[in-house]
């Protein structure tokens, strides 16, 4: 039987996408619009000119350095969860140990507590140990906090790979490092590319803790520069939107790339 449109649904949809276009318009149109033209036209105006001049300042005023921090800071935690979080969630899922279990239910705690909570904590613990005003700094803390969550999607992932996989794996001889890297990783792609960009969209958004954890200028991360296009007796506007799309554009190409394996992960293995 022909299956019948679902017109309300598609409207739906509709005035959705159009209510997340007109903000991205805005932007968009206004990083590529000198000052005067701007203020003359308004924010919701048809375009009238076409200048690359608002990302050239913002590469004057350092941004381009301040970008690289964040996908420093980024590309950092990214890496601990990769370590850290595929043979912690497989312990987790066949562990047969019960304080393995207690563990993780205990590291789950950490979910029900915010960064703002024991945000002066870690600045004391970070400066103890001499890492305050570092990058370093800032992306142990990042990873830890994204830790009990990452390890609880990745673990549900693992837990779609069938127990007569595991028994193959067994009956040949395999050990458990070789059932983690030939059998497990390779099913968990879709939730390590879940993961991965969990992690990198929350290092790279991630205001509170550079602004706790840093003082330095050349330290400084994109999310915490945008007041830099703050003047005397005015806000640059184009320039401010031109900083936005810079720093909008690494997490969106992340996405780009990673999105297959993100949508697998998010139906389950094999497509379920």
């Known amino acids: 039987m022909r299956a019948r449109a679902n017109w309300p649904a598609g409207v739906f949809a509709g005035i959705w996408l159009l209510l997340i276009l007109i903000p991205v318009y805005v932007m968009v149109r206004a990083s590529l619009e000198s000052r005067e033209t701007y203020s003359s036209n308004g924010p919701l105006g048809l375009p009238r000119e076409f200048t690359l001049e608002n990302y050239v300042y913002a590469f004057q005023q350092g941004f381009g350095l301040y970008l690289l921090n964040s996908a420093i800071v980024a590309i950092g935690t990214v890496l601990i969860i990769l370590l850290v979080v595929p043979p912690l969630a497989f312990a987790v899922v066949r562990g047969e140990s019960s304080w393995v279990r207690w563990v993780f239910r205990i590291m789950l705690f950490g979910l029900a507590i915010p960064a703002q909570v024991v945000v002066i904590p870690v600045f004391y613990l970070i400066d103890r140990i001499g890492l305050y005003d570092s990058l370093l ?42 059932t983690f890297r030939t059998l497990v990783l390779p099913l968990s792609r879709g939730g390590l590319a879940t993961i991965l960009v969990f992690a990198a969209l929350n290092a790279w958004n991630n205001y509170l803790l550079p602004l706790v954890l840093t003082r330095s200028q ?8 945008l007041g830099i296009f703050k003047q005397e007796y005015s806000l640059n506007i184009p320039g401010l939107m031109a900083a936005i799309v810079m720093t909008i554009i690494p997490i969106l190409l992340v996405y780009v790339f990673a999105r297959k394996s993100l949508v697998r992960g998010l139906m389950g293995v094999g497509g379920k």
Do not use: K
């Open 137 to 178: 700094g800032v992306i142990i803390p990042s990873a830890v906090f994204l830790i009990p969550l990452t390890t609880l999607i990745l673990s549900g992932s693992m837990r779609e790979v069938g127990n007569e996989l595991y028994e193959a794996m067994a009956l040949d001889g395999a050990s458990a490092f070789r």
């Open 218 to 225: 050349d330290i400084r991360v994109a999310t915490l520069s």
